[in-house]
């Protein structure tokens, strides 16, 4: 026959277990926890890095359109610039031969 004492040991001792047992759960939900939670930060941190990229591609044909559009307005620029030279020099021309 059990002694009180011993009654009580053996009862600590399966609480302390069932504490253990509890304690080992909440470690492995929080391990858990925090592996899905690097795997969220992971998968957010590639979106991110993919929309930069994506936006980087956006911005470097925007910039070459313009660069483009910028040769062809310089272009436009310098034809009517010559087409405007030559338009005065014609009429200094025909201004000296009436003189």
């Known amino acids: 026959?059990?002694?009180?004492?011993?009654?009580?040991?053996?009862?600590d001792l399966a609480l302390a277990r069932a504490d253990l047992r509890d304690m080992q759960?909440?470690?492995i939900a929080l391990r858990s926890e925090l592996e899905h939670a690097e795997i969220q930060?992971?998968?957010e941190t590639q979106q991110a890095i993919?929309?930069?990229?994506a936006e980087l591609t956006q911005?470097?044909?925007t910039v070459g359109t313009l660069r483009v559009e910028l040769e062809h307005a310089?272009?436009?620029?310098?034809?009517?610039?010559?087409?405007e030279r030559a338009a005065s020099h014609n009429e200094l021309q025909m201004l000296q031969q009436a003189a």
């Not at 026959?1 to 009862?11: A, F």
């Not at 310089?74 to 087409?83: G, P, S, V, W």
């Open 41 to 43: 930060r992971h998968a």
């Open 1 to 11: 026959m059990e002694t009180t004492h011993e009654v009580t040991l053996v009862e």
């Open 59 to 61: 911005l470097k044909t």
């Open 50 to 53: 993919q929309a930069s990229a």
């Open 74 to 83: 310089r272009i436009e620029r310098d034809r009517l610039l010559q087409q």
């Open 25 to 27: 759960r909440t470690v």
